[in-house]
Each structure stands twice: as structure tokens, then as C-alpha cells.
């Protein structure tokens, strides 16, 4: 296959470009990502780069593996492909080149979402004596500081809002030995301009998607490849930007031209996804921004009119019956696919909104799948009886123990988890010992294991624990990549006990794992570690997908329904720049569908549903300010389903 088939002649002009800097505007739907994975085809067959000299940074994991699989197929069994990864994970393999350039604990070891919820944010709390609020609230700045580079400012630490957490945090993280995944890119940053790290063989060719989700700390290390010597390729939409909550800015990609002079402007204009109506009330809702960064976006002439409903309803009942109702009708009449449809919530804590609607999906016969967190059997979630699901999380931190026995982290885990008598106050205990001796964690729990006096009280019990937990570890090793997975199989069949969360961690497993790119389990665990968390996506076939806006950023749908689009919701209690993203947010997913889209409102909801977003002490629901006065009106939802259940 030559490096152009198939392109469109502006899809050939953005594939083809090289000599300088660029940014590709791209709306959705005009083929990014098919540009994206044959310039690279460009670069390796004509332009003759060796794969190593390119790096391709992506936002996702989901992303990640979408380009990686494009590539193998396109290039063929046994090609080398180039560097593809998120900014995380390339900020931890990086540093992992030279970690004693950094000022993190040694080994590198970042904390995933439950350790950093359940453990990290726990013990700050018992520490300080504050309310796990707080210490969110703390963290979350922290955190912000980082990626907005306000950590760097002189005299940062007085104005922290509470200089006790910053040292009780800097205590437990050398006690545990862990990195936060936040300060990852940070903290390559750093090692970059401290001269820690350098960029050993840095790329010719910088390739980054999703240039409009850059934050402050992540635009710092593209500056950095690019004074390395790579040309950079920046490809995205500002209309796109909606990841405000690590401080994504759209600012970022409108400046290109200006942080990187000289440089060439690319275009792809022509939208091959979106019937004319659902491009036409997505652009109503994105020039409500006055700085948008002005560009076309036109429908294929092979685009239909397509089909756009905003919808009311009395009541949260009514609608989510509508819902399968609709559902039903396009499956049965209009021969839809069930994979080929999306119905997105802007969020769906405790599933608060997807709950009912599935109810009245099974009442139609209708398959779905409910994603919120891909990762989520590893979270100890609760089941439907509300039951705890630890033996997920139990096997994540054996996996660890077998790549370093002295993870004190996985450690922790299991001594917290497991039926085992030990409770908060044998752990205090252990903690108190590291802490008082200079040790980590998991040295003082072998001396412990070695003395139990040490800890007169508990020490029997945790010694008996111990060696139980390294029983359990002498007889696994999974050395060989090529069986990685069948040998994961048989250590999950003896270690999960629960039929469905058994095979919930072995889909996330198989998510990961690809026959065609054998990995050994030390990446395995790295993967599932330096991610997004509840932000990526993972969508299955045959299946009615229900998923929050932000993880379907990315994905295509014949039908696309946005529930709760009230004012409540989006913007909720979003002002300023935050309300933007959420505009933002409504065109992404808008943008999704190819040729239906239905927009839900209610005049009223009630119990958890009522309790969210903003307005919590009424019932009363307005239909979301984005929409108000536009290309569409609200029309009765109940009226609109019986005239399709005519035709069911």
C-alpha cells in the first residue's frame, strides 16, 4: 500500500509536510488520525527516518493503542514502529533512563488511583487530623501547581495554603517510596532544566496528538524536545480542548505559530463523520467562543441531512424509558448496530443516571454496557450487593511484589485487604517504626517478620501474614513474555474467587496485552498504571455503550445520545474559563454521532439524580444555556417516541 491511498488531496498535503514546525487544525471527523499514522508511513518509507527517530505522544492509552495497531497493520508483520506513547509514560520511561537525575524515591514507583485515594489520602488525613475533603482539596492544588508550573514561583511553599500537609506528604512518600502520577511530567520537567536528565538520542520527529490538551508543564517538554533538535508536528482542534481539570488550556495550540517561528499552518476541513445537521449545531455551540481560532468545517458532499432531536421530559422516568424506547426503534426500524450506539452522561457518580436507563434497556431486550472506569476492577468497588471487590486489587499487588519485593505500597495493600486481623492500628504501628528508623515500609515489615517484639501488640500476627503472603509468591515468576497471559490466567484462577470479577481483571488484562506485541510484566504493570483512570475509554462491541462525555472524546457512533443536557449539569457550577471547557465538552460530543443525536432535558429530577450538579435544593431543571435559543427547539419528548413506537 503506497503511503498516500485513500488520502483526500488536504489529508496528502498534512501527511506529506516536513522542513519545519506545524500545527494541523483538524475538526472531527476529517481524518487526524489517518493523517497522523500516514505521515508517519511518509517519514519511514519515503522520507527513509528510522522508526527510533520518531516519537508519537498521544493523549490516551485508548489513542496509544488505536495508532499503534494502525501502524503494525499498515506497515506490516515484524516492522519497527516508532516511540508511541502518553506524556505520562513518556515521562516515566525517560526518567526511568536516568532515575538518580530526578529527586523522586528510589525506585521509581508511581501510585495508582486506589493507592493514592485509599492509602495516600487516607493516612494524610489520620496524620493532620482533617477531613478526607480536605485533603483532596490540598492534593488537587498540589497537583495544579505542578501542571500549571505556579510551583516554581519563589516563596511557593509560605503560600501553600497548608505548608503542615506539604511536609506530612513528603514524610509518607519517603516512608511508602512512591510517585504521585501528577507530578510525573513535572518532575521530568525539572530533571530537564536542572541538567539531572538529558535526552540521550532525542528524536528527529516529535509527533503530538491532542495538541490542544497540553497544560503549562507538558507545552515545557515538547519546548525541551523541540530545542533538542526535533521537528515538532502539533495536530489538533481548540474547539476540542476539554480537559480543564489538569489545566489544558486551548491557548496552547491558538500560540503554536508564535512558540514555534518559523512554522507552516495545515489544515483538514472536510468532515467525513457528521451528517449536515449535527456539524451545523455543533459549530452553533462552539463560535459562542469569541477567541475560538477561526477555521472551516464542512460536510463531505456524500453526507446526509441526518437526524437532531433535543428532548423533553416531565421527569427522569419518562426519559429514561424514552431512551430504550428510541433505542429500540433504532435497532429495529432504522437497523442500527447496538455497538453503534452511545449514550453519554457529563458524569454518572454511583450511577446515578445510568441505573434507571438500563433498567428499561433490559425491559427492551436491549444489550449495554455500562463504563466508567476501565480500571475499575482493580478499584475495589462494591457489587450489586454491596459487597467490596478486593481480590482484584489483592492480585495487582502480588503482580507488583513479584517485580520488587520491596514494593511497600503492595505491601501495604495486602496487609489492609486480606482476611488477616490486621487493622488501622497495627498498620500505624508499622508506619510509626519506619518513620521514628528512617526505613521504608516494607523494611520494617521484614524486621518485624524477623522481631516481632518490635511491635509487642501486633507483631505475631503480621509475621504470620507475611510469610503467607510469600508463600503465595514462590511460585509464580512470569518470565516468559510470549505466555505473559495464559500464565496471568492460572495465577487469577487461584487467586479471584468471584466468577465475574475474576473475568473482569482478565478483560482489563486482555485490553492491554496484544498477541502481536509480546510484553513482559514489569510494562504490563506500568500500562495500567499511567493512565487516565476514569477518563480513558473502553468500548464493547455488540453492546449499547453508556460512558461519561469526557471518555468518549475520540470515538464514532452511528447514534449518539446526551443525557441530563441541563444547566444544572453542564456548565453546573463551572465560571470563567471552566464554563468554556464545558461548552467545549457539549461539541465533542456532539460531534461524535455520524448521522443521529438526541439531546435529553428535564423539567424535573429527583433523589441522587437531584442531588447533583448545582441547584440541589429544588427539583426544578433548565434546559443548558449552550443549547438556549438555538438552531433546534425542545420539543416533547413523550410525543416524539410515540410516533416511533408506531414503527417498533
Same mark, same amino acid.
Given at each position: +500500500? ?5 488520502? $483526500? ?6 501527511? $506529506? ?5 506545524? =500545527? ?14 500516514? =505521515? ?6 519515503? @522520507? ?65 488511583? &486506589? ?15 482533617? =477531613? ?16 500549571? !508550573?505556579? /510551583? ?14 506539604? /511536609? ?31 535526552? &540521550? ?28 533538535? /526535533? ?15 489538569? &489545566? ?75 431512551? /430504550? ?18 449514550? !453519554? ?89 519506619? =518513620? ?24 505475631? @500476627? ?12 514462590? #511460585?509464580? $515468576? ?60 473502553? %468500548? ?5 455503550? %453508556? +460512558?461519561? +462525555? ?30 468554556? #471547557? ?67
Amino acid at each position: +500500500m503506497s503511503w498516500d491511498d485513500g488520502l $483526500s488531496s488536504e489529508q496528502k498535503a498534512a501527511a $506529506s509536510h516536513i522542513g519545519q514546525h506545524a =500545527r494541523l487544525l483538524a475538526g472531527p471527523g476529517t481524518g487526524k488520525t489517518l493523517s497522523l499514522t500516514r =505521515r508517519i508511513i511518509y517519514l519511514i518509507k519515503e @522520507v527513509e527516518v528510522p522508526a527510533s527517530e520518531i516519537l508519537v505522544v498521544t493523549f490516551t492509552r485508548a489513542a496509544m493503542t488505536e495508532l499503534r495497531n494502525r501502524l503494525a497493520s499498515e506497515l506490516g508483520q515484524g516492522a519497527i514502529l516508532p516511540h508511541i506513547a502518553t506524556l505520562h509514560s513518556f515521562a516515566l520511561s525517560t526518567i526511568l533512563q536516568s532515575p538518580s537525575g530526578t529527586r523522586l524515591p528510589q525506585p521509581i514507583r508511581i501510585a495508582d488511583d &486506589y493507592e493514592e485515594r485509599w492509602i495516600v489520602q487516607e493516612d494524610l488525613k489520620e496524620i493532620l487530623g482533617a =477531613r478526607i475533603r480536605d485533603i483532596q482539596e490540598l492534593m488537587n492544588k498540589m497537583s495544579a501547581d505542578w501542571e500549571q !508550573l505556579t /510551583a516554581d514561583v519563589d516563596g511557593y511553599e509560605e503560600r501553600f495554603p497548608n505548608p503542615e500537609f506539604l /511536609a506530612a506528604w513528603r514524610e509518607h512518600r519517603r516512608v511508602y517510596g512512591y510517585t504521585l502520577r501528577a507530578e510525573l511530567v513535572y518532575q521530568l520537567k525539572n530533571s530537564l532544566t536542572e541538567g539531572g536528565i538529558d535526552f &540521550y538520542d532525542p528524536p528527529q520527529y516529535v509527533l503530538v496528538d491532542e495538541y490542544q490538551d497540553l497544560n503549562a508543564c507538558d507545552l515545557s517538554v515538547i519546548h525541551s524536545l523541540v530545542n533538542s533538535g /526535533a521537528e515538532l508536528y502539533g495536530a489538533g482542534d481548540d474547539d476540542q480542548s476539554i480537559y480543564a481539570f489538569r &489545566y489544558a488550556n486551548p491557548n496552547g495550540i491558538r500560540n503554536f505559530s508564535s512558540d514555534f517561528d518559523p512554522s507552516r499552518d495545515l489544515e483538514l476541513v472536510e468532515c467525513k463523520r457528521c451528517d449536515s445537521t449535527i456539524i451545523d449545531l455543533g459549530l452553533f455551540i462552539a463560535r459562542q467562543d469569541p477567541r475560538r481560532f477561526p477555521k472551516l468545517l464542512r460536510c463531505s458532499p456524500r453526507a446526509g441531512e441526518g437526524l437532531v432531536e433535543l428532548l423533553r421530559f416531565p421527569n427522569q422516568n419518562a426519559e429514561a424509558q424514552s431512551i /430504550a424506547d428510541i433505542c429500540k426503534w433504532l435497532v429495529d426500524v432504522q437497523h442500527l448496530e447496538q455497538g453503534n450506539i452511545l449514550i !453519554l452522561f457529563r458524569s454518572d457518580h454511583n450511577r446515578q443516571f445510568s441505573k434507571l436507563i438500563q433498567e428499561y434497556l433490559a425491559r427492551r431486550g436491549l444489550n449495554f454496557s455500562i463504563n466508567i472506569d476501565p480500571l475499575a476492577p482493580l478499584n475495589c468497588l462494591r457489587d450489586d450487593n454491596n459487597n467490596e471487590q478486593v481480590e482484584g486489587r489483592c492480585v495487582f499487588a502480588l503482580m507488583r511484589l513479584l517485580v520488587d519485593r520491596n514494593d511497600s505500597l503492595a505491601w501495604r495493600t495486602l496487609l489492609k485487604l486480606r482476611a488477616n486481623n490486621i487493622g488501622s492500628s497495627a498498620i500505624s504501628a508499622l508506619y510509626g517504626l519506619s =518513620r521514628r528508623s528512617g526505613e521504608t515500609f516494607s523494611m520494617s515489615i521484614q524486621r518485624v517478620k524477623a522481631n516481632p517484639g518490635l511491635i509487642p501488640r501486633f507483631g505475631s @500476627v503480621i509475621k504470620r501474614e507475611i510469610e503467607e503472603i510469600e508463600l503465595i509468591l514462590v #511460585d509464580y $515468576s512470569f518470565n516468559n513474555p510470549d505466555t505473559l497471559y495464559e500464565d496471568l490466567s492460572q495465577f487469577v484462577e487461584t487467586q479471584v474467587n468471584s466468577d465475574s470479577e475474576r473475568e473482569d481483571v482478565l478483560k482489563l488484562f486482555r485490553s492491554v496485552l496484544r498477541p502481536e506485541t509480546p510484553t513482559n510484566l514489569p510494562v504490563l504493570i506500568q500500562s495500567l498504571t499511567v493512565t487516565l483512570g476514569d477518563k480513558e475509554q473502553d %468500548m464493547v462491541a455488540g453492546a449499547i455503550n %453508556m +460512558m461519561t +462525555m469526557h471518555q468518549a472524546k475520540g470515538l464514532t457512533a452511528d447514534a449518539v445520545f446526551i443525557i441530563a443536557c441541563e444547566d444544572e449539569y453542564i456548565p453546573g457550577r463551572n465560571q470563567g474559563e471552566l464554563e468554556e #471547557d464545558e461548552r467545549r465538552l457539549l461539541y465533542v460530543s456532539i460531534t461524535r454521532a455520524k448521522h443521529y443525536v438526541f439531546i435529553t432535558h428535564c423539567q424535573n429530577r429527583t433523589g441522587s439524580q437531584q442531588r447533583s450538579g448545582r441547584n440541589t435544593d429544588t427539583s426544578n431543571r433548565t434546559l443548558c444555556r449552550f443549547l438556549s435559543g438555538g438552531l433546534i427547539s425542545s420539543r416533547d419528548g413523550q410525543e416524539f417516541c410515540n410516533s416511533l413506537n408506531q414503527h417498533i
